[in-house]
Structures are given as C-alpha cells and as structure tokens.
C-alpha cells in the first residue's frame, strides 16, 4: 500500500441537505487524515479548469450552474491507497447506481447531484489538490 493524498468537494447537495457532518465522519472512521478543509464558492476560472474534460459538452454550463448554487466544503484526505478506499466509499458516480451504505447510496440523487467528488488517481489527486489548496493551507 502506498500513502496517497484525494481531493474531496463536498458538493451543493451535500452541503444544503447537512450531510458535510456524517460524511466527514465516515472518512475519518476509515482512518483517513484530513490535511486540509476549507469553504468555498467555486469561480468560473476554477470550474473550468477542474472540468476541463468536459468544459465542450453541452451540459458543462450545468454543472458549472449547480457548482456554483452554494458553497462546497474541500478537504484533503491522506492515506493508504485513499483513492481507491475513498471511491469505494462513494459508490458509482451515479447516485442511483449505488448501493445502500455508500455515500453516494445513502445521500445523492443522481449523476451530477451525488455528494462529493473525489480524485480518480493518486496522480490526478495531487493536481487537484494544488488546483484548490496553496501550500500555507495544508497541513500535516
């Protein structure tokens, strides 16, 4: 096992439905550090370059509308093979797909209204990380 570091948004939903509580405290039942934990309101800028993937496809503007509908809450988590725990915790990207005891199974909703986002590698972990934290703003 190798120690990773994720980037987790807690998403509008999560945070206008106060699930930020239960599933922060999931994260750290499993044993993860929290290195990083903020509230924020995500800029066009930011949202942009976070989707980027998918900044062409004809649904990006909704995204970036329901990105923006709140705060999120971003955090860094750290631990042994994070990534891959904290996905399995999450469940499918789609809420309906989940099963019950994930996040994702338990509080989201559908494909975009799921609760959190999380990194998809340990790689793309660190960008992401950079991408929303400055170095005076982790810890640990």
Known sequence: MSTERTLILLKPDCVKNAHCGEV??????AGFAIL????MCLSD?????????????PFFPEIVAFMQSSPVVA????GDDVVTKVRAMLGPTN???????????DF????????CHASDS??????????FFSDSEIFG
Do not use: C, W
């Open 75 to 78: 955090l860094i988590l750290e």
């Open 24 to 29: 922060i405290a999931r994260f750290e039942k």
């Open 45 to 57: 800028r930011l949202l942009a370059e976070h989707y980027s993937h998918v900044a062409d496809k």
């Open 122 to 131: 340990p790689e793309n972990g660190e960008i992401e990380v950079r991408r």
């Open 36 to 39: 990083g934990a903020k509230m």
């Open 108 to 115: 989201g909703q559908d494909m975009m209204v799921n609760v």
């Open 95 to 105: 809420s309906k797909e989940a099963a019950p005891g994930t996040i994702r199974g």
